[in-house]
């Protein structure tokens, strides 16, 4: 059975700092890993998707990278900004393409 | 293209009623899915439909919860006598492909 998990929960960084991420999950069997933004009492916002034939995937400021042998994915967000501030999921594609199994999340604060 | 849609946004219902929470999704798509958020846990597959059949249950409730896609309109959740126990948020989400899968805002379900 797939688990996610997501270290730390939570994160306070002062602005303009880079920082990393970590998304772990139990099952190399993966299908893709989707990375979202989801702000207070709001829906999920698509981050990055890596297919499982990729390493890494890069939109502006953010990359993300997969790596299926060891279980791991990062995202790496860099020069943040208070406007960074929010929950971010880590969530595994399941095999059969049926579910996303979702981690608890890190909720990131980001100060001016 | 507009995003997937979601409503009521807000739904709030008697111990006893029925709750039915719509989503629809994004043009072009023909999978949806539909996840639970209950206060303090993290996002959890419910059931994953296409057009007029369901092909991923297996995160349903066995009793009280049943969805359904039909070949026009939206897709339906549907809670019969409902509890105080699902009071949640609940996401759809649809998919072109089964690969990326876009988010609606969320129905928050309030059961008093």
């Known amino acids: 059975k797939q688990e996610v998990t997501q270290i730390p929960a939570a994160l306070s960084v002062p602005e303009g700092e880079n920082l990393v991420l970590n998304c772990s999950f139990t099952d190399s069997a993966i299908y893709n890993l989707q990375w979202f933004r989801q702000d207070p009492g709001k829906g999920l916002t698509s981050l990055l998707l890596?297919?499982?034939?990729?390493r890494e995937q890069t939109s502006g400021r953010l990359n993300a990278s997969l790596d299926k042998s060891s279980g791991r994915s990062t995202l790496y967000i860099a020069a943040s900004q208070p406007g960074d501030s929010a929950t971010y999921l880590c969530?595994?594609?399941?095999?059969?393409?049926?579910?996303?199994?979702f981690g608890k999340g890190t909720t990131l604060s980001v100060s001016s | 293209n507009a995003g997937v849609m979601q409503n009521p946004r807000h739904l709030v219902r008697r111990r006893g009623q029925e709750a039915r929470l719509r989503c629809s999704p994004m043009?072009?798509?023909?999978?949806v899915y539909w996840y639970r958020q209950l206060p303090e846990e993290g996002l959890k597959f419910m059931v994953y439909?296409?057009?007029?059949?369901?092909?991923?249950e297996s995160g349903m409730p066995k009793e009280r919860f049943s969805a359904e896609f039909p070949k026009e309109g939206p897709s339906i959740l549907r809670i019969q006598q409902v509890v105080r126990g699902d009071s949640a948020a609940y996401f759809c989400?649809?998919?072109?492909?089964?690969?990326?899968?876009?988010f609606g805002p969320g129905t928050r379900l309030t059961v008093t």
């Open positions: 890596i297919q499982s034939s990729q």
């Open positions: 043009k072009g798509h023909s999978h």
């Open positions: 439909l296409q057009k007029e059949n369901i092909i991923d």
């Open positions: 969530a595994a594609i399941n095999q059969a393409g049926t579910a996303l199994i």
């Open positions: 989400a649809s998919s072109p492909d089964r690969h990326e899968q876009y």
